[in-house]
């Protein structure tokens, strides 16, 4: 909702939208952001079969078929993990808008299914435009404009450490928590196993499984590829892309909510979850990375070490910056588009309903004891999922902001308004069904 840090000024320009003819290069998009990265793990030209002599459109568009299609095999396929009971479904499920299928604030996993995550799942639809972590983003810099730095910025993950798709298959897969492979070449060899690994080797060349570094880099590129597929990961079918399209009417409840989404002495949802106008589809998202002072979850395992602190962005997952305390608490924003389906929110899943996470916003510093514990002095402990020396990082502009007793930005039939527009981002309306809004 708000803007990202109190230092930094507020966007003013869209961040992200996609244009509707981008959805038509999809499968330009992933060659090309393959190509962008080139890791040491990255497969070579030279290590796919050879395409005709000359350029065939039919076998371009059968070979991203066939891997999207490998890759989905994949992502369905429990054998793929140390217990074989856990497949990248099994947390991001596809009934559940490739989201989790519970409300659990973190899932189990490991190599017996005893192990609890430390960060709650996030859906894996909507990422297909999240630009490659940035310490400074600056959104004029390529026209001499460096007065607007707008700070970390991007990356996969809660903590944005992976550049692309294919760096974010790897944790699952080999995290002790989640898949527990021992290591790259333990996947190998149950890709090697699996029904279709001929498929593997008609992509990839006869030979890919005798060199365990290239295999395991088309493993997790033929998942990356199905994560990329347009119909199943950004199929821009809510009734807010039917009203851009002008196929529907947002009701007089959806549009006022709408106006509090955008309103800066509102809701201000819309300085992180950027939208745009009628020629643009928005992802609601500015990938920016912001600390919310989000209340310490209990439920969390690791929770019960009072030691124990999740700071996002300084660690303890990502190692790269933790000398940096301004970053300690900062996570990154998530795409709003189907918001009102999940039932855990947040990297540690402190909250279960879309209203408690508004209520959260508009009334964290007017109603802190609401959210927060009392330390023993009978004071509250606010923001106490994180130390005391990192709280002054947390966000302070509209909704937050205010002291205690103030009104709230929002009341409570303003934050149903507000609801009823979040959930005109859910994907898969049809507009013969609807009435509401005719």
Same mark, same amino acid.
């Given at each position: 909702?708000?803007?990202?840090?109190?230092?930094?000024?507020?966007?003013?320009?869209?961040?992200?939208?996609?244009?509707?003819?981008?959805?038509?290069?999809?499968?330009?998009?992933?060659?090309?952001?393959?190509?962008?990265?080139?890791?040491?793990?990255?497969?070579?030209?030279?290590?796919?079969?050879?395409?005709?002599?000359?350029?065939?459109?039919?076998?371009?568009?059968?070979?991203?078929?066939?891997?999207?299609?490998?890759?989905?095999?994949?992502?369905?396929?429990?054998?793929?993990?140390?217990?074989?009971?856990?497949?990248?479904?099994?947390?991001?499920?596809?009934?559940?808008?490739?989201?989790?299928?519970?409300?659990?604030?973190?899932?189990?996993?490991?190599?017996?299914?005893?192990?609890?995550?430390?960060?709650?799942?996030?859906?894996?639809?909507?990422?297909?435009?999240?630009?490659?972590?940035?310490?400074?983003?600056?959104?004029?810099?390529?026209?001499?404009?460096?007065?607007?730095?707008?700070?970390?910025?991007?990356?996969?993950?809660?903590?944005?450490?992976?550049?692309?798709?294919?760096?974010? +298959?790897?944790?699952?897969?080999?995290? !002790? %928590?989640?898949? /527990? #492979?021992? $290591? &790259? @070449?333990?996947?190998?060899?149950?890709?090697?196993?699996?029904?279709?690994?001929?498929?593997?080797?008609?992509?990839?060349?006869?030979?890919?499984?005798?060199?365990?570094?290239?295999?395991?880099?088309?493993?997790?590129?033929?998942?990356?590829?199905?994560?990329?597929?347009?119909?199943?990961?950004?199929?821009?079918?809510?009734?807010?892309?039917?009203?851009?399209?002008?196929?529907?009417?947002?009701?007089?409840?959806?549009?006022?909510?709408?106006?509090?989404?955008?309103?800066?002495?509102?809701?201000?949802?819309?300085?992180?979850?950027?939208?745009?106008?009628?020629?643009?589809?928005?992802?609601?998202?500015?990938?920016?990375?912001? +600390?919310?002072?989000?209340?310490?979850? !209990? %439920?969390?395992? /690791? #929770?019960? $070490? &009072? @030691?124990?602190?999740?700071?996002?962005?300084?660690?303890?997952?990502?190692?790269?910056?933790?000398?940096?305390?301004?970053?300690?608490?900062?996570?990154?924003?998530?795409?709003?588009?189907?918001?009102?389906?999940?039932?855990?929110?947040?990297?540690?899943?402190?909250?279960?309903?879309?209203?408690?996470?508004?209520?959260?916003?508009?009334?964290?510093?007017?109603?802190?004891?609401?959210?927060?514990?009392?330390?023993?002095?009978?004071?509250?402990?606010?923001?106490?999922?994180?130390?005391?020396?990192?709280?002054?990082?947390?966000?302070?502009?509209?909704?937050?902001?205010?002291?205690?007793?103030?009104?709230?930005?929002?009341?409570? +039939?303003?934050?149903?308004?507000?609801?009823?527009?979040?959930?005109?981002?859910? $994907?898969?309306?049809?507009?013969?069904?609807?009435?509401?809004?005719?």
């Amino acid at each position: 909702m708000p803007s990202r840090t109190p230092l930094r000024p507020r966007r003013t320009r869209l961040a992200a939208a996609l244009s509707i003819g981008v959805l038509a290069a999809a499968g330009l998009y992933v060659l090309l952001n393959a190509q962008a990265h080139g890791d040491a793990s990255a497969l070579a030209p030279e290590d796919y079969p050879p395409p005709p002599a000359t350029y065939d459109r039919a076998y371009a568009k059968q070979r991203a078929v066939d891997l999207s299609a490998l890759g989905k095999q994949m992502f369905l396929d429990p054998s793929l993990s140390a217990s074989g009971k856990q497949s990248c479904a099994t947390c991001h499920s596809p009934a559940h808008d490739y989201g989790p299928p519970n409300d659990l604030a973190v899932q189990l996993g490991g190599a017996d299914m005893t192990h609890h995550g430390r960060r709650a799942v996030p859906s894996l639809k909507y990422l297909q435009t999240v630009p490659a972590f940035i310490e400074h983003y600056v959104p004029g810099e390529d026209e001499g404009d460096d007065s607007t730095d707008q700070g970390p910025t991007g990356g996969l993950t809660w903590d944005g450490r992976s550049p692309t798709g294919r760096d974010q +298959a790897r944790i699952p897969l080999l995290d !002790p %928590d989640e898949m /527990a #492979n021992t $290591d &790259p @070449a333990a996947v190998v060899a149950k890709v090697k196993a699996a029904p279709y690994a001929d498929t593997v080797r008609k992509l990839y060349g006869g030979h890919i499984f005798d060199d365990p570094a290239k295999a395991f880099a088309a493993i997790t590129e033929a998942l990356e590829d199905f994560e990329h597929t347009p119909a199943e990961f950004f199929p821009f079918t809510s009734k807010f892309d039917a009203f851009v399209l002008g196929k529907a009417k947002l009701t007089p409840q959806e549009t006022h909510g709408m106006m509090l989404f955008s309103s800066a002495d509102k809701g201000n949802c819309s300085s992180c979850h950027t939208f745009s106008g009628p020629k643009t589809l928005p992802v609601f998202n500015d990938f920016g990375l912001i +600390a919310l002072g989000v209340p310490r979850n !209990p %439920d969390i395992p /690791a #929770n019960a $070490d &009072p @030691a124990y602190y999740d700071m996002g962005l300084c660690g303890p997952q990502r190692k790269d910056l933790s000398d940096h305390p301004e970053y300690c608490g900062l996570f990154r924003s998530p795409s709003l588009r189907n918001v009102a389906t999940r039932t855990v929110f947040f990297h540690n899943g402190a909250f279960h309903s879309l209203r408690q996470v508004i209520e959260f916003y508009v009334q964290r510093d007017t109603n802190p004891e609401k959210w927060y514990p009392k330390k023993p002095d009978g004071t509250i402990d606010k923001f106490d999922d994180l130390p005391v020396r990192y709280r002054e990082n947390v966000n302070m502009d509209p909704p937050f902001g205010g002291k205690p007793g103030d009104k709230p930005a929002l009341d409570e +039939a303003e934050i149903d308004d507000l609801i009823a527009f979040l959930q005109t981002l859910t $994907d898969g309306y049809k507009p013969e069904d609807d009435t509401a809004g005719r």
